[in-house]
T-cell receptor
Framework: QKEVEQNSGPLSVPEGAIASLNCTYS??????FFWYRQYSGKSPELIMF????GDKEDGRFTAQLNKASQYVSLLIRDSQPSDSATYLC???????????FGTGTRLKVLA | GAVVSQHPSWVICKSGTSVKIECRSL??????MFWYRQFPKQSLMLMAT?????????EQGVEKDKFLINHASLTLSTLTVTSAHPEDSSFYIC??????????FGPGTRLTVL
C-alpha cells in the first residue's frame, strides 16, 4: 500500500461545478496535511493545509480531514478553467520530518 | 511572503559536466530545505533534506557523492549534480521551511544533459 494515495484522474468537471479531490494516507501518526496545485512544467504551489478533523475553508477551497478514516479531501467550488492542474496531496510526518506526496490528481475544468 | 527562488531556471549541459543549482529563501530564514526531483508525469521524489550547518540526509537510492548538497546559511542551499548523464535530466525543485511544518517551493530548475 502506498503511503499517500490519490486517484490519478483525469477528473473532468464543467465550469462552475464543485470539484472533489480525495486522498488517503496510511500513517495514523500523521498530523499535518497539505494540498498543492501544480501546473504543467511548474513547481507546486501551496493551496492550503489542515491539521484538525473537520472542514477548513479558504475562498473557493475547502479542505476536509477525517483522521479516523485516514482521509483528506479538497473541494473546489465554482470551478474555473484556470483551476485545471494537477493537485498533490502531501502528508507531513513529524517523526521523520518528511513530506510524503501522493502522485496527484489531474483536474480538467471544461469551459 | 514565503518566497523561494531557484537559479538557474533551466540548464543544458554536456554529459560528464557538473551543474550547480541554487535555492534561496528570500524573505524568511529556512531551517530546513528539501530537494526533490520530478520526472515527466510523475510525482515529486524527495532526494534529500538539509539543515543549515549540518550534513544533508539523503533518501534511499540517492547517491550522496553524485548529488552534493550544501546548506551554508539559513537562506541558501545548493545542489550540485556531479558528472551529469542524460538519465539525470529532470525537473529539480527545492523547498524551504521556516520551521514548523509549512514548506514553500522554488520555481524549479529543468536540467537537460546531452
Amino acid at each position: 500500500q502506498k503511503e499517500v494515495e490519490q486517484n490519478s484522474g483525469p477528473l473532468s468537471v464543467p465550469e462552475g461545478a464543485i470539484a472533489s479531490l480525495n486522498c488517503t494516507y496510511s500513517d495514523r501518526g500523521s498530523q499535518s496535511f497539505f494540498w498543492y496545485r501544480q501546473y504543467s512544467g511548474k513547481s507546486p504551489e501551496l493551496i492550503m493545509f489542515i491539521y484538525s478533523n473537520g472542514d477548513k475553508e479558504d475562498g473557493r477551497f475547502t479542505a476536509q480531514l477525517n483522521k479516523a478514516s485516514q482521509y483528506v479531501s479538497l473541494l473546489i467550488r465554482d470551478s474555473q478553467p484556470s483551476d485545471s492542474a494537477t493537485y498533490l496531496c502531501a502528508v507531513f510526518s513529524s517523526g521523520t520530518y518528511k513530506y510524503i506526496f501522493g502522485t496527484g490528481t489531474r483536474l480538467k475544468v471544461l469551459a | 511572503g514565503a518566497v523561494v527562488s531557484q537559479h538557474p531556471s533551466w540548464v543544458i549541459c554536456k554529459s560528464g559536466t557538473s551543474v550547480k543549482i541554487e535555492c534561496r529563501s528570500l524573505d524568511f530564514q529556512a531551517t530546513t530545505m528539501f530537494w526533490y526531483r520530478q520526472f515527466p508525469k510523475q510525482s515529486l521524489m524527495l532526494m534529500a533534506t538539509s539543515n543549515e550547518g549540518s550534513k544533508a540526509t539523503y533518501e534511499q537510492g540517492v547517491e550522496k557523492d553524485k548529488f552534493l548538497i550544501n546548506h551554508a546559511s539559513l537562506t541558501l542551499s545548493t545542489l550540485t549534480v556531479t558528472s551529469a548523464h542524460p538519465e539525470d535530466s529532470s525537473f529539480y525543485i527545492c523547498s524551504a521551511s521556516p520551521g514548523g511544518e509549512a514548506q514553500y517551493f522554488g520555481p524549479g530548475t529543468r536540467l537537460t544533459v546531452l
